[in-house]
């Protein structure tokens, strides 16, 4: 998992995400300003919905495969994790680089790749939750999704999408 | 399935929404306050994001397995409206115990665990679909996606998650 | 794939969906005002939720059964465009005929029949993302989610759900 770090403790601190992030040493990228036929995000009122992540960082994918055979549960939920720094970086571009102007996380929606024995996806989908919390406090909590699925793009292990409220 | 009952005809009456679960014999249990690392559900504006709901009663649930070689059709309908009763549950506890807020049902998301030849997921969802019709009426009318998946958390048939417009 | 045609240039020109089907050789069919449980389109604000699409034309499915083993990325795409034009004729109904109040499309939910170690779900996803963009400029462009399923209703290869923004 991603370093440990205390939940804060107001809405103002919460929303410092870029301070929050340097300090747990991670940096988020700069989000494709076009991915193929569709959008990183799209805003709509006081909404953002952000297109399904996957877990790519410097151009490579952080875990492929189904969980277990291939990928453990720690992994996956690295893997979740870096699907939330995508998010929140897609989000970040959508917010013309203000992410003070996030509100709170609405929705989580988790599809993570699976044997078919497989069922603990709540477990996998925990590394994007719980990191979403660490960074956010009280706006990072959210109504979620979990799902297991045979197949994900480019053999991904896990593909998050997110719903976020702004300002 | 769960006891039959006419529809409702008048939003007034399809908005008691207690007094038509007592007389089918049904209650809400209260929803846990906090699941782990995400919350059962999300108010934003005049909408609540209710999270994926499993077929739990009484700390078990309803139905384990895929679909048709587990658990059968029926089976897998009373356990989507036991989805529906959780899902409720969750709203009612957003609403501080208020359903009568409810307005209407948005969007009803149903994953059904399916064995890969299994094509009636349509079936199963209309387990959700119809008590939730049952007990709001117009108001329960509501847009769907039913998708088959290879595996759900803790092994379960269906789960089920919920978009709500709220007074 | 669906015949090409050019972006077009303007919002103006872009929300005269009729008439570019028209010139792309294609008609929306009415909408069923009822399906079994549930409604093909709920509207809720500004906002209008249209239930998963399968690719049915003429009362039949363009395509059944998984990617690649029954159905190429070829006729995936043409389905998810199929599935694209159910959309529209559900928010249509939704509008009561009336397209050109639709603002842009918000989100895209793809749901690929995929054999477990198809990858691709992105290229088949863009059936339905191109084919938007195609109809629609600017406005069609939306964030989507694309994963693998081991199973959909009917057998259809493809189900896609959308979210629009609407006057």
Known sequence: MLPAAGTMETDEQAMNIDAKLHELGLALHDAPARIAAYVPAVRVG???????QLPLTGGRLL??????????VDQAQEAAAQCVLNGLAALKAALEGDLSKLKRVVRVGVFVQSDDTFTDQALVANGASEFLEKLLGEAGRHARAAVGVNALPKNATVEVEFLFEVE
Chains 1, 2, 3 share one sequence.
């Open 63 to 72: 875990a492929v495969g189904p969980v277990p055979s291939q990928v453990n």
């Open 46 to 52: 006081n909404l953002v919905v952000v297109s399904g």
